[in-house]
Nanobody
Framework: QVQLVESGGGLVQPGGSLRLSCAAS????????MGWYRQAPGKQRELVAT???????NYVDSVKGRFTISRDNVKNTVYLQMNSLKPEDTALYYC??????????????WGQGTQVTVSS
């Protein structure tokens, strides 16, 4: 089995910062792309940022210049540093990883989600 466990969400005032973490564990042979998605109430899940194994990052336009995605390939962990947070960033944030298992195929895996609320 493979598990993705997120942490770091919470309540923050507009303009504040949060750092999300997502650690992958279990029957892992290799991890390819990792990323963060979010879903606000009444809206579809959207891509926030992705990062390749080599560290090449991609962002949705609305977070460019404010969010930074990074990863530690030794710890199988991906991070999302979120600065200058806005109320519209409020959402449930999900971690995603493209993983090849030791015994098994290559699949997308998801974390359980961590809530980020930006409010004064």
């Amino acid at each position: 089995q493979v598990q993705l466990v997120e942490s770091g969400g919470g309540l923050v005032q507009p303009g504040g910062s949060l750092r999300l973490s997502c650690a992958a564990s279990g029957n892992i042979f290799s991890i390819y792309d990792m990323g963060w998605y979010r879903q606000a109430p009444g809206k579809q899940r959207e891509l926030v940022a992705t990062i390749t194994y080599a560290g090449r990052a991609n962002y949705v336009d609305s977070v460019k210049g404010r969010f930074t995605i990074s990863r530690d390939n030794v710890k199988n962990t991906v991070y999302l540093q979120m600065n200058s947070l806005k109320p519209e960033d409020t959402a449930l944030y999900y971690c995603n990883a493209d993983i090849r298992r030791v015994l098994g195929g290559r699949h997308d895996f998801w974390g359980q989600g961590t809530q980020v609320t930006v409010s004064s």
